[in-house]
């Protein structure tokens, strides 16, 4: 049986890659789509390594975007995320990827998708995961996306043109709440684990923050040490479900496990001194707030982007356990600077207090992206058409 040819492109977005594919060019019925993309990416691999597809083995580079035509009047395209599991046959549509986001706009433009004149873009994207605006604002080179430029972003070598991503009115992204349980804190009873102070925030997907030192750790762990702590993951893992059943995102404790992607799950220490993957220093002065993210059930090794929005907000929340830790400054507007295991990365987030309520109003970031090739994807039909008996 001949193999599937579908058309495609691979991007970079941030510190993620993904296969990228026109909605018009899959089949309406989207309950055929989890296979096609599993066939394409070269999931489930047992060894992890996902030799026979296009994903790289780890989360942050097993994921697929669909791009169509906006529904929304304020939007100028629709982007679906799908972030596929690398060890087993799973396809979560529940929450978006903000890496990936920033490779949205520049894809919209280079197929023609969005016109625009000058040398300025400014493509507003609809998440329909979250149903969220992003406004996505970057050059144009020759009436395409730029891709030469001076900024550097921790995780990825080189440097590129910036991509200025500013989500609107993030909060809810997930739940519909800024505050799911309209707490700012709050202990989260974990069976078989105890109990432990956390904060449940959804701004541009759910997140529950934990504190590094009631885990036991300092907070600058890298990524391989924390991989091989099956102890931690496992706690991780058992505070995410639970945190996953107190938002209302599942029901059940079996639920949350297949609702793999959100909440994610992460834990904060205040700004220290540590070590990059790379062997770089940063200095305890360089950051406002140390953080890790558990992406999937594998340690991120930067930090997912919705993620880092998400913790940005959180610090702006007084009496939440990020902003507890975070270092103190009288400017409420003032960038917050992360530091995480590829260097630091910086976030700007407004939240206002309205009448006791708490709300995000926006949050901004740069990016770089890059198209990586285009043409078509081949995936096994046989193995396609077998799934989908």
Same mark, same amino acid.
């Given at each position: 049986m001949p193999q599937t040819r579908i058309r495609a492109v691979f991007m970079r977005g941030g &510190?993620?890659?993904?296969?990228?594919?026109h909605e018009q060019d899959l089949p309406r019925d989207k309950r055929a789509w989890d296979e096609i993309f599993l066939a394409a990416i070269g999931a489930p691999d047992p060894y992890g390594r996902q030799l026979d597809g296009m994903g790289g083995g780890v989360s942050s580079l097993s994921k697929v975007c669909i791009v169509g035509a906006p529904t929304r009047s304020d939007a100028d395209i629709d982007y679906t995320f799908a972030q596929v599991s690398v060890k087993d046959a799973r396809v979560d549509y529940g929450g978006n990827c903000g890496n990936m986001s920033s490779a949205m706009g520049?894809?919209?433009v280079d197929e023609g998708?969005?016109?625009?004149?000058g040398d300025q873009a400014l493509v507003r994207i609809h998440n329909t995961?979250?149903?969220k605006i992003i406004w996505s604002r970057f050059g144009l080179d020759d009436?395409?996306?730029?891709?030469?430029?001076?900024l550097a972003i921790p995780g990825v070598a080189g &440097?590129?043109?910036p991509v200025r991503l500013e989500f609107r009115d993030p909060g809810g992204a997930t739940t519909g709440r800024l505050l799911p349980t309209g707490k700012v804190v709050e202990t989260l009873d974990v069976p078989g684990h105890g109990a432990f102070t956390v904060s449940m925030v959804d701004a541009a997907n759910a997140c529950c923050f934990v504190r590094a030192e009631d885990l036991g750790k300092t907070g600058t762990e890298l990524p391989d040490a924390l991989d091989a702590d099956a102890v931690l993951l496992d706690r991780l893992q058992?505070?995410?479900c639970a945190a996953s059943v107190a938002m209302g995102i599942a029901s059940t404790r079996e639920e949350a496990i297949a609702k793999s992607q959100v909440p994610f799950i992460g834990f904060v220490a205040g700004p220290l001194d540590a070590s990059t993957l790379t062997g770089e220093r940063i200095a305890a002065g360089e950051a406002d707030i140390t953080g890790r993210m558990i992406s999937n059930g594998q340690p991120h090794r930067a930090l997912p982007l919705t993620a880092s929005l998400c913790m940005a907000v959180a610090a702006r929340l007084e009496g939440s356990v990020v902003h507890e830790v975070t270092r103190k400054t009288s400017d409420a507007e003032a960038p917050i600077r992360i530091a995480m295991p590829s260097g630091v990365l910086t976030v700007a987030a407004t939240v206002k207090d309205r009448a006791g309520e708490w709300i995000a109003e926006q949050g901004a970031f740069y990016r770089t992206q890059r198209r990586l090739f285009d043409g078509h994807v081949y995936a096994s039909s046989a193995r396609i058409a077998g799934r989908n008996r």
């Amino acid at each position: 049986m001949p193999q599937t040819r579908i058309r495609a492109v691979f991007m970079r977005g941030g &510190t993620s890659k993904a296969i990228v594919f026109h909605e018009q060019d899959l089949p309406r019925d989207k309950r055929a789509w989890d296979e096609i993309f599993l066939a394409a990416i070269g999931a489930p691999d047992p060894y992890g390594r996902q030799l026979d597809g296009m994903g790289g083995g780890v989360s942050s580079l097993s994921k697929v975007c669909i791009v169509g035509a906006p529904t929304r009047s304020d939007a100028d395209i629709d982007y679906t995320f799908a972030q596929v599991s690398v060890k087993d046959a799973r396809v979560d549509y529940g929450g978006n990827c903000g890496n990936m986001s920033s490779a949205m706009g520049p894809f919209a433009v280079d197929e023609g998708l969005v016109k625009i004149s000058g040398d300025q873009a400014l493509v507003r994207i609809h998440n329909t995961n979250t149903q969220k605006i992003i406004w996505s604002r970057f050059g144009l080179d020759d009436r395409l996306a730029a891709v030469d430029g001076d900024l550097a972003i921790p995780g990825v070598a080189g &440097t590129g043109a910036p991509v200025r991503l500013e989500f609107r009115d993030p909060g809810g992204a997930t739940t519909g709440r800024l505050l799911p349980t309209g707490k700012v804190v709050e202990t989260l009873d974990v069976p078989g684990h105890g109990a432990f102070t956390v904060s449940m925030v959804d701004a541009a997907n759910a997140c529950c923050f934990v504190r590094a030192e009631d885990l036991g750790k300092t907070g600058t762990e890298l990524p391989d040490a924390l991989d091989a702590d099956a102890v931690l993951l496992d706690r991780l893992q058992a505070i995410r479900c639970a945190a996953s059943v107190a938002m209302g995102i599942a029901s059940t404790r079996e639920e949350a496990i297949a609702k793999s992607q959100v909440p994610f799950i992460g834990f904060v220490a205040g700004p220290l001194d540590a070590s990059t993957l790379t062997g770089e220093r940063i200095a305890a002065g360089e950051a406002d707030i140390t953080g890790r993210m558990i992406s999937n059930g594998q340690p991120h090794r930067a930090l997912p982007l919705t993620a880092s929005l998400c913790m940005a907000v959180a610090a702006r929340l007084e009496g939440s356990v990020v902003h507890e830790v975070t270092r103190k400054t009288s400017d409420a507007e003032a960038p917050i600077r992360i530091a995480m295991p590829s260097g630091v990365l910086t976030v700007a987030a407004t939240v206002k207090d309205r009448a006791g309520e708490w709300i995000a109003e926006q949050g901004a970031f740069y990016r770089t992206q890059r198209r990586l090739f285009d043409g078509h994807v081949y995936a096994s039909s046989a193995r396609i058409a077998g799934r989908n008996r």
